[in-house]
């Protein structure tokens, strides 16, 4: 299949398809076609872009099922801009595929289309162009968003004596690929709900939305809760203490029986895609409020401190970890 065929037939012609809110068309003055497309940033609004790389046998295993990959890698992306609490817009997609192989089929495209556009038409985010190549499989993703000037979640704002929050359970995600290379086995519900949360993670845009005015720093976890709230302590220039007993853990992991190993991956397993964040007490009444309502599920971890580094405790008493996060290199 030549270039120009493929990109035509499995991301153009299926954008077209594509019931666009009224909000996305109108930010798009030219799509797919041309040098480059033409975006519209709202009104008072900033745009919040980022880019993220997935490559085979590293951030997901080659058998994986294409729709998976192409959710996963589009659905990690828009945990960036949740993480900034910006509203998703439009992406790009530069696509490295294998000559010859099976990559290049038309089965194997047909199934990454399906499943990048059922993401693309859930979150209301527009392909809007991309770039296609031959060499070892990988897929990056260029996402755009929009956010109300100067409301950004940053890492930086975060104030000693600020409470450190997280959305949902951690550790699902490092339990998830335990799972998957065949290293843990759980009953079958819960090997259901954990595939789940590795393939199909999802980005707290709702979440992210409500704390804008609440939460002083944010960011996404996908190196391991130690590590991501490490930088959060570096750009606001202070320290924090995580209590090891407060690490919200879901019935799969709890499953395990093997406390000690599911706060290990809660603290440090990665790839979880729940947000960290930070929020002073005089703001806490308005997010017990949001938790009591049920609009957001947050769990209170710990404490940010004077000095720097994250330090983790139980029960009072210092918590070692072997392992600080995933490291790349
Ligand atoms: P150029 O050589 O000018 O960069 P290309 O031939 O690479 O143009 O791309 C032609 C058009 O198709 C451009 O609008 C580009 O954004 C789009 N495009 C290329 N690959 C993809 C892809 N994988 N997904 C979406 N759009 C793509
Ligand atoms: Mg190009």
Not at 59 to 88: Q, V
Not at 219 to 244: F, M, P, Q, T, Y
């Amino acid at each position: 299949m030549r270039e120009f065929e493929l990109i035509q037939q499995f991301f153009q012609r299926e954008q077209a398809d594509l019931l666009l809110e009224e909000k996305a068309q109108a930010s798009v003055v030219l799509g797919i076609g041309d040098d480059c497309a033409l975006l519209q940033v709202p009104a008072n609004k900033q745009l919040a872009v980022s880019v993220d790389t997935l490559v085979a046998g590293v951030h997901f295993p080659a058998d994986a099922k294409p729709e998976d990959i192409a959710e996963r890698a589009l659905r990690t992306n828009l945990s960036d801009l949740a993480a900034m609490g910006a509203e998703p817009l439009w992406f790009t997609l530069a696509l490295t595929l294998p000559k010859n192989s099976e990559y290049v089929s038309e089965e194997w495209l047909r199934s990454f289309s399906r499943g990048l556009f059922r993401t693309a038409n859930h979150y209301e985010i527009v392909l809007v162009g991309g770039d296609t190549t031959s060499g070892p499989l990988s897929i990056s993703i260029q996402i755009m968003g929009a956010v109300e000037s100067h409301q950004a979640l940053r890492r930086d704002g975060a104030s000693i004596g600020d409470f450190v929050c997280v959305t949902h359970y951690l550790g699902d995600g490092a339990a998830a690929l335990a799972l998957i290379q065949h290293r843990l086995e759980l009953g079958s519900e819960h090997q259901d709900y954990l595939r789940e949360r590795f393939y199909l993670p999802t980005p707290r845009l709702l979440e992210s939305n409500l704390l804008r005015g609440i939460a002083s720093a944010a960011l996404d976890i996908s190196d391991g809760l130690v590590a991501d709230l490490n930088h959060i302590c570096e750009a606001s220039d202070l320290g924090a203490v995580i209590d090891v007993e407060n690490l919200p853990l879901s019935p799969a992991l709890l499953a395990m029986n093997n406390l000690q190993q599911a706060r290990k991956w809660a603290l440090s397993g990665g790839d979880d895609y729940e947000l960290c964040f930070t929020v002073s007490p005089d703001k806490m009444p308005e997010l017990a409020m949001l938790i009591a309502e049920g609009k957001i599920r947050a769990s209170v971890v710990g404490e940010i401190v004077a000095g720097s580094g994250v330090h983790c405790e139980l029960e009072g008493e210092p918590f070692e970890l072997a392992v600080q996060g995933y490291q790349h290199f």
